[in-house]
């Protein structure tokens, strides 16, 4: 799991996902770039450098709440299909996580529609309880997303299982 703030810290979607994941020993590898942009994060390294490192089976992009008041969101359309063309590229399955925001510019329809080869998950559609910011799930928001979330892939044929040994 890659991307923005919602990522990381005490009130996270990881941490609920591991929780969700625990009983099937699945290994969730996080990298969490606090304030980061999807144009910045689509021109770094850090994505292709984590992916050869940790040869993940699935990817989760976490982008777009530091984006959702963009005056001109159509500009990043280029940087959206770069994070996904990168995110597909090991043959992972990967999905692009939607930001929490309740009111954008038009960032989470253009994401949705620039998702591919990775599918696109509104968050929004879960009712995700949010602190005060409106913004990073509460602990209790952030179970109801990774459930919600993983119901959902399971529905759509995903599966996940534990890492073989190495």
């Not at 040869?55 to 996904?84: K, M, Q, S, Y």
């Amino acid at each position: 799991m890659v991307g923005d703030s919602l990522v990381g810290g005490p009130f996270t979607l990881v941490r609920a996902l591991r929780s969700e994941l625990a009983a099937e020993r699945v290994r969730v590898v996080q990298d969490t770039w606090v304030g980061v942009g999807i144009s910045k994060f689509s021109y770094d390294r850090r994505l292709r450098d984590l992916l050869q490192i940790h040869r993940p089976t699935h990817v989760f992009v976490v982008l777009g709440t530091n984006d959702h008041l963009v005056p001109a969101p159509a500009r990043l359309a280029p940087a959206i299909e770069r994070i996904v063309t990168r995110a597909s590229s090991t043959g992972a399955r990967c999905a692009w996580l939607g930001p929490l925001v309740q009111k954008d510019t038009g960032v989470v329809s253009l994401i949705a529609e620039h998702a591919g080869p990775c599918g696109f998950v509104d968050s929004r559609r879960y009712g995700v309880a949010t602190i005060r910011d409106g913004f990073h799930p509460t602990p209790a928001g952030a179970a109801v997303w990774a459930s919600g979330l993983l119901a959902d892939l399971r529905a759509q044929g995903w599966t996940f299982e534990a890492e073989p040994a190495r």
